[in-house]
């Protein structure tokens, strides 16, 4: 459920807001709604926490070594060193790069003294050193007088006397550029600067066990940040000023659990702050906080790592995403060798906090939810590492399911009202499970809709959307599964059974017309319709393709079947000889390994979009909240 919120506004004496402030992060139960502030030691502390931001960058985290404590001043000293050392090797390697492409610019040239070159200029000998294209060399006048050093089929390299009567001939493309100081000492630079950064690289290392504090440091500094925030963000009105004293007062806005609201009232009048309490509205920006059981909150983890926050005004479907994501994983994996290897997984962290005696992490607990509930899809499908019925135990066939089981994929299943010869397969028996699922949880929403307004006519308008919904899904059943089988001339037990689907979609979709956008008078909500009658028709269309899309869980999980047949295909063969053993071990790791991360993937893609895209679609969610965050210590 989501919590029920009071919006607050709390006014406090202007000389007295940081006081305040520091009474309420002890209480720690208000949500305080102020996101800017500003001020030179506001600054100052966030510079303060990039400063220790890059030195957890630079030391990484520490692996080895006895944590050592160290408080905020200590750990921005340490800061302030690592980045002392981090900019000094940044300039080393920059350096160094610079030498490095001295060196391989010179190479071919062997060692270079420009000091030497330098000293028989004042001699009054000006000499220069060339490279050219050995054509071109041959070309030059025979005048010229060169010392040849180095030539090969196409280049030639050779030194050259300047002199003032061969000006006229221009060399200066060929020219080599001296270096600044000798190639001896570029090497002897570029070593010591390599000595240096690896100093650097072992000193900076030596900080690892202060990467926790650092941390600490960094939380600590983000709560005064936080404070900073709040104390100069305060609206703050001047009621009197004279010579002697100004008064002033300051207020915020915020938000509290509406079961904690009582303390908050004592507090204050405890402490004489003036307290106004409403109830929030859908203009205000109300954070939401979701409580629900021990099991319904495994799906947390879930959800906080995709960011997914309800608005306050809109549903908690925790139990749905969870019952439902938990079905659709089993049927993406699909195979119970997988659901058994990932209970492994979630089972050694399981066990080990059990002997530790310490709270179990919710995240393993989903995840091994996640591996019982493929091992079950497994097990009704009869899929197990990817091998086929017949390389199978019987008692494991025994435990399927035969309309959905592979032992019996080629067999055609019959119903009572088709015809001889005609029947459905395993897999369109899968696709209808696929649809059903899709049927049940958009029905959950309307249902969901029609409570919240049943003191409205608007429910009537998701009750025709339900209508649509089980006359489509009959629809889809007969241009998806099989036409033959779900005909609209089908007739059950005299009830024309097409044609019935045929009118549920027609009066659903007038109820939804007429009352879908019901706001205390049916004309407006008709003329509302009217205005948005494209996106009114398109809506069955889109009845149509969210049921349709449920049809993923169902492709995702034969395209993960195919790749591990294909897998222990290529691997069966190998297994036979000894000495291909370990090469058929290493690609069944690889394949599976390779298949379970793109299940991962697909899950991510298929499985969670369906229930934060077509589900909450249907639910008219947008997943536009954020958290409840009380200030607090």
């Keep these: ?68 404590s160290a408080e905020t001043e ?85 030194l050259l006397r300047k002199e003032t009567d061969e000006q006229e001939l221009d060399l200066s493309g060929y020219e080599l550029t001296l270096p600044k100081m000798p190639t001896a000492k570029i090497k002897q630079r570029t070593e010591e600067l390599t000595n240096r950064i690896a100093e650097i690289d072992n000193r900076i290392s030596s900080y690892a066990c202060y990467a926790e504090s650092i941390k600490a440091a960094i939380k600590e500094l983000e ?5 900073e925030v709040y104390a100069t963000g305060m609206e703050a009105k001047v009621l009197s000023e ?35 309490v409403t109830d929030p509205t859908e203009e205000d920006n109300v954070p939401t906080k979701l409580k629900n059981n021990k099991f319904v909150s495994l799906i947390y983890p879930l959800t906080d790592f995709l960011g997914t926050v309800p608005g306050y005004f809109e549903y908690d479907i925790s139990g749905w995403f969870l019952a439902f994501i938990l079905i659709f994983f089993g049927i993406i994996f699909g195979d119970g060798g997988y659901g058994l290897f990932i209970c492994a997984v979630a089972a050694i962290p399981i ?17 091994g939810l996640f591996g019982l509930s493929t091992i079950i899809w497994g097990t009704l499908t009869c899929t197990w590492f990817g091998l086929s019925p017949e390389q199978l135990p019987q008692w494991l066939k025994a435990l399927s399911i035969p309309l959905i089981s592979n032992v019996y994929g ?13 029947g459905l397969t395993t897999a369109q028996n899968l696709q209808i499970f696929c649809f059903s699922l899709a049927l049940i949880q958009l029905t959950v929403a309307h249902v969901k809709g029609a409570i919240r307004n049943k003191s409205s006519l608007k429910m009537l308008g998701d009750i025709g959307s339900i209508l649509q919904l089980i006359g489509i899904y009959y629809l889809v059943l007969s241009l998806v599964v099989n036409a033959e089988v779900f005909s609209f001339g089908l007739v059950i037990g005299g009830i024309p059974v097409g044609t019935v689907a045929i009118v549920m979609i027609g009066i659903g979709f007038i109820m939804s017309f007429v009352f879908s956008n019901y706001e205390g008078s049916v004309i407006k909500s008709i003329l509302s319709s009217l205005t948005n009658i494209v996106s009114v028709l398109l809506g069955v269309v889109n009845v149509f393709s969210d049921i349709v899309s449920y049809i993923r869980l169902w492709a995702v999980g034969l395209a993960g079947a195919a790749i591990s047949a294909t897998v222990n295909e290529l691997a069966g063969p190998l297994l036979g000889n000894f000495l291909f053993m370990i090469i058929a071990i290493v690609l069944l790791v690889f394949g599976h390994g390779l298949n379970m991360i793109l299940n991962v993937l697909s899950v991510i893609v298929h499985g969670i979009r369906l229930n934060t895209l077509e589900f909450s679609s249907h639910l008219d969610m947008s997943w536009s909240g954020h958290k409840f965050k009380p200030f607090e210590e």
Excluded: C
């Design 223 to 227: 709560k005064q940040v936080e404070f």
């Design 242 to 276: 004279d010579e002697t004293r100004k008064v002033s007062v300051a207020y915020f806005n915020g938000y509290i659990e509406e079961e904690r609201l009582e303390k908050l009232k004592a507090t204050a009048r405890e402490n004489s702050w003036g307290l106004f």
């Design 351 to 367: 066990i080990k906090s059990l002997i530790a005696k310490k709270p179990i992490a919710p995240t393993f607990l989903l995840v």
């Design 1 to 68: 459920m989501i919590v029920p919120m009071k919006k607050i506004s709390l006014i406090t004496l202007g000389e007295k807001r940081k006081e305040t402030l520091k009474k309420l992060r002890k209480l720690g139960i208000v949500h305080i709604e102020i996101n800017e502030g500003f001020g030179e030691k506001l600054n100052e502390l966030k510079e303060q926490i990039t400063l220790l931001e890059h030195a957890i960058f630079a030391v990484g985290k520490a692996k080895n070594g006895e944590q050592q």
């Design 410 to 422: 080629d067999k055609l299943w019959a119903l009572p009202w088709t015809a001889e010869g005609v």
């Design 74 to 158: 200590k750990a921005l000293e340490l800061a302030l060193e690592i980045d002392s050392l981090t900019e000094e090797k940044n300039s080393a390697l920059s350096e160094r790069a610079a030498l490095d492409g001295e060196l391989e610019r010179l190479k071919s040239w062997g060692d270079i003294d420009p000091d030497s070159i330098s000293d028989l200029k004042s001699s009054g000998v000006e000499v220069a050193f060339y490279e050219m294209p050995k054509s071109e060399y041959k070309a030059l006048p025979d005048s010229l007088k060169t010392v040849k050093i180095f030539a090969n089929k196409s280049t030639v390299r050779f």
